[in-house]
C-alpha cells in the first residue's frame, strides 16, 4: 500500500511569508503527528491531530499550526516564517487508536527560509 | 519530564565489526522505547520496539536492543555491521501516552568504513 506522502519536498520561502505542508496519511491511519528536524534542535514534536483533532501539542510557537481533515489528510502552516524555522519537517501518520501501532514516517519537506 | 539521551554523537566502525549505540533515557512512567534509522534525504524507518515483555527485542536488518530498566538504557547492537548501515539512528521515547508524540535523542550517526 502506499505509504505517506508530503508534498511538496522542497520549499524556499522568504522572511515574513507563510508557508503550508501537506502531509497524506496511509489509507485507514487516523493519526498523523508533525516534527520538525533541525541539525541543532534535533527532532522535535510538533503536535498530533486524531480525526481531526489536535491530541497532543509540542513546545512551538503559536506561528506553527495545523489541522487535519475529514479523510485524514492533514496540512501545517507557518506564518511569520523566520530564518530559524528552516528545517526538514517531518509527517507520521499511525493507526493511532492503540499504543503500540507503529508509526510510519513520510520523507520530508524541506524548508529553506531566505 | 521524560527525556532521551544518546551517547554518542559519532560511531566509525568497520565492516564486518560488532556495533553498539547507546541510548539512556529518563521518565517517571511506563516507557516504550523505539529506535528509528534515518538515510539520506530521507523519513525515519522504524528498526525495533520495546513495549513490554522480553528484554531483548529483535528488529530488521539483524539489529537488536536491550531494554534495561535499573540503568535506564536501551541500547541497539548489531554484530556484524555492513557498508549499507551507514545512516543515522535515533532513540525514541513514546511521550503523552501516545505514539504520536515521540521524544528523540538527538541521533548517533554510524559510518562503516569498508
Known amino acids: 500500500k502506499a505509504g505517506v506522502t508530503q508534498t511538496p519536498r522542497y520549499l524556499i520561502k522568504t522572511r515574513g511569508q507563510q508557508v503550508t505542508l501537506s502531509c497524506s496519511p496511509i489509507?485507514?491511519?487516523?493519526?498523523v503527528s508533525w516534527y520538525q528536524q533541525t541539525p541543532g534542535q534535533g527532532l522535535q514534536f510538533l503536535f498530533e491531530?486524531?480525526?481531526?483533532?489536535?491530541?497532543n501539542k509540542g513546545n512551538f510557537p503559536g506561528r506553527f499550526s495545523g489541522r487535519q481533515f475529514s479523510n485524514s489528510r492533514s496540512e501545517m502552516n507557518v506564518s511569520t516564517l523566520e530564518l530559524g524555522d528552516s528545517a526538514l519537517y517531518l509527517c507520521?501518520?499511525?493507526?493511532?487508536?492503540?499504543?503500540?501501532?507503529?508509526?510510519?514516517f513520510g520523507q520530508g519537506t524541506r524548508l529553506t527560509v531566505v | 519530564a521524560q527525556s532521551v539521551t544518546q551517547l554518542d554523537s559519532q560511531v566509525p566502525v568497520f565492516e564486518e565489526a560488532p556495533v553498539e549505540l547507546r541510548c539512556n533515557y529518563s521518565?517517571?512512567?511506563?516507557?516504550?522505547l523505539f529506535w528509528y534509522v534515518q538515510y539520506p534525504n530521507q523519513g525515519l524507518q522504524l528498526l525495533l520496539k520495546?513495549?513490554?515483555?522480553?528484554?531483548l527485542v529483535k528488529g530488521i536488518n539483524g539489529f537488536e536492543a536491550e531494554f534495561n530498566k535499573s540503568q535506564t538504557s536501551f541500547h541497539l547492537r548489531k554484530p556484524s555491521v555492513h557498508i549499507s548501515d551507514t545512516a543515522e539512528y535515533f532513540c525514541?521515547?513514546?511521550?503523552?501516552?501516545?505514539?504520536?508524540?515521540?521524544?528523540f535523542g538527538k541521533g548517533t550517526k554510524l559510518s562503516v568504513k569498508p
Open positions: 507520521a501518520s499511525s493507526m493511532g487508536g492503540a499504543v503500540n501501532t507503529e508509526a510510519f
Open positions: 489509507s485507514g491511519h487516523r493519526s
Open positions: 491531530y486524531f480525526s481531526e483533532t489536535q491530541r
Open positions: 521518565s517517571s512512567v511506563s516507557v516504550y
Open positions: 520495546y513495549l513490554s515483555g522480553s528484554t
Open positions: 525514541a521515547l513514546e511521550g503523552g501516552g501516545s505514539q504520536g508524540n515521540l521524544i
